[in-house]
């Protein structure tokens, strides 16, 4: 005899951050909640993020910090939980942390704080949990939606889906979500690899990894939109905060245009210095301005050398362009395997931004990285998690 389904209000699918904090809203608010995942070690891009100490928020984030299709969805859920709604918890649990840089929060100790926090919380509110847990099917019918899983039989009023996007897939990601989108009508707006290094095929990536490890501050800007931070040679490209803020941006075949030197006009520093200084050697005098292997790699590209004096003001203008004006074109990125997030996902159109429920199925939700809201660098998706988490719960 076939044992009863195990019957709950509410059942979450993903046990990441936008999962276990909407499970513990909603449990907190005397619903019967299950959260599932299928992984038995939980929220690993909790735990390796902000290099282990998690950046969970960013004071200054807003609507503006974030990407979609449709650029006003996130604003009702933004305003609806701010970063300041987070910092509170994180006091309630007396977790200590500093602010970066930028707005940009971190755990002094260790991202594991921010784990407990929610587990915590999540027991409080009498959630319960199935990690290890293989949904094998999903359907809705009379009114319920039925999960079969490899740990029995779930019933549930409403279902939440918050099963993150595909990036770094070694940590377990999925492109179940997207499925489970589909299967129930929605559409989905084309994922990509986002917050990703950049990388070259041609000779870019041997000018690169002759400099892998060297950082430098530089301003990069795809189309209308620019950033300005750390940039790092790598050995098959760049990386750094300010290339992988402009890969959410860039488009397949399309050039990057990178300023090496933002506080300096290079090209009318070197015909200063060719005044003043007319013997300097070329290098040292590019020297001054970027590291000496940078510098030399410029030189090397422009096929210049000797002193200054010698130089014709035009050859010195070269530098300034490969300085100032450095155009690139990558050949890709590193792909999901180190994005920190994905772009693209559930169709934002299709959902209620108040509540993240389906314009087409009543009681299915989708919240957090799943969806079609992506953040820049620096706590803002960690922020998406918990405002559109907080927005499914208040909608109870």
Not at 36 to 41: A, M, P, S
Not at 181 to 198: D, E, H, S, W, Y
Not at 229 to 250: C, K
Not at 359 to 385: R, S
Request: charged share 20%; glycine share 10%; proline share 3%.
């Amino acid at each position: 005899m076939a044992h009863k389904p195990a019957h709950y209000d509410v059942a979450i699918i993903g046990a990441g951050a936008a999962g276990l904090f909407c499970a513990s809203q909603v449990g907190r608010k005397g619903n019967r909640t299950i959260l599932l995942d299928h992984r038995t070690k939980v929220a690993e891009k909790i735990r390796i993020s902000g290099g282990g100490r998690c950046n969970f928020t960013n004071y200054y984030s807003g609507p503006d910090n974030f990407l979609s299709q449709n650029k006003h969805f996130a604003k009702s859920a933004l305003a609806g939980y701010s970063p300041y709604d987070f910092i509170s918890l994180v006091e309630k649990h007396k977790i200590a942390y500093h602010e970066k840089k930028l707005g940009q929060l971190f755990c002094d100790n260790s991202a594991q704080n921010i784990i407990d926090l929610l587990l915590t919380e999540c027991d409080a509110a009498h959630v319960t949990k199935r990690f290890g847990t293989n949904i094998e099917a999903v359907k809705k019918s009379d009114g319920l939606f039925h999960l079969s899983t490899d740990n029995g039989a779930i019933t549930s009023t409403k279902l939440v889906i918050a099963t993150g996007g595909l990036s770094i897939p070694k940590i377990g990601a999925t492109g179940f979500g997207y499925d489970i989108a589909k299967q129930f009508g929605l559409t989905i707006i084309r994922p990509r690899a986002a917050l990703v290094p950049l990388t070259f095929t041609d000779h870019m990536k041997d000018y690169c990894a002759e400099l892998s490890g060297l950082s430098v501050e530089a301003d990069v800007q795809f189309d209308k939109t620019q950033f300005a931070e750390g940039l790092l040679f790598t050995h098959r490209g760049l990386s750094g905060p300010s290339i992988l803020q402009i890969s959410s941006y860039w488009q397949d075949g399309e050039d990057v245009l990178v300023n090496l030197a933002p506080a300096h006009d290079v090209s009318q520093r070197l015909r200063d210095e060719k005044k003043a200084a007319p013997r300097t050697d070329i290098l040292n005098a590019l020297s001054q301005t970027l590291p000496k292997r940078l510098a030399h790699q410029i030189c090397d590209t422009a096929g210049l050398s000797g002193r200054l004096a010698d130089l014709p003001d035009k050859a010195l203008d070269s530098i300034g362009q490969l300085t100032n004006h450095w155009t690139i074109r990558p050949a890709g990125t590193e792909g999901y395997r180190t994005a920190e997030v994905t772009i693209g996902g559930v169709d934002t159109n299709e959902l209620s931004s108040k509540t993240m429920e389906a314009k087409n199925c009543a009681g299915l939700y989708f919240i957090g990285e799943v969806v079609d809201v992506t953040g820049h660098l620096g706590g803002h998706n960690f922020q998406w998690a918990w405002a559109s988490g907080f927005a499914m719960a208040a909608s109870l």
